[in-house]
């Protein structure tokens, strides 16, 4: 059997499992992994919403995979992604993170973080940062149906309005295409192509989603 993904008419790959898959993480089991346990699945937690937000920000200007594969030292690095505890960085842990070769040592991502956190704070005490999010989608996964990798935006008019309104809150890194990356991730979108054989199955957590 050949090793490289076979592509099939509608963009799907065709896997020596015998599944078909989205064309993007190609045949790297880490990255299959990831596709087939985690993107698309409906998120509701508060902090890991805020730690993929971060790390989609992080990701700006590089491949998702290099961070997928550093996320274990980012989590280690960042105490979990707690945002109380993030919030009170200061100097000194800014300048240890900045010299851990763990994870992607960029300033102002860095210090983007802890504005960032100090923001879901804000949003957390008047309630829940998942509700928050959610309601730009009126609580419930939009269903999309690519047929191609093509045929998925990088943006939509929801994750323009989300990327306002982060930014104006002080969150940092989350421009419109960075925020569709993580609402697509955190299933707020089902971008799965249709062919894929995870469409349906995120179609069906997307429709057990409940407030």
Known sequence: MSLAP?????????????????????????Y?????????????????????LI???????????????????????????????????????????????????????????????RAWLEIKERGSFSRHLWGFVDGRPVQGSPRTHREVPTSTPAAEAMSRDLRKRGFTFVGPTIVYAFMQAVGMVNDHLVDCYRHE?????????TW
């Open 6 to 30: 076979e592509p099939i008419p509608g963009g799907a790959i065709l896997h020596p499992d015998g599944k078909l898959r989205c064309p993007w993480p190609g045949l790297d089991p880490f």
């Open 201 to 209: 199955e995120c179609a069906a957590l997307g429709a057990a989603v």
């Open 55 to 117: 790390l989609d920000g992080f990701q700006a200007g590089l491949s998702w995979i290099t961070i997928l594969r550093k996320r274990e030292n980012f989590r280690a690095a960042f105490d979990g992604f707690e945002p109380a505890i993030i919030a009170c960085y200061g100097p000194e842990k800014i300048e240890a993170l900045m010299a851990d070769a763990g994870i992607i040592r960029n300033r102002a991502k860095i210090v983007g973080t802890v504005a960032s956190a």
């Open 32 to 52: 299959v992994a990831y596709h087939d346990t985690e993107w698309g699945v409906p998120e509701l937690d508060d902090r890991a919403l805020f730690e993929k």
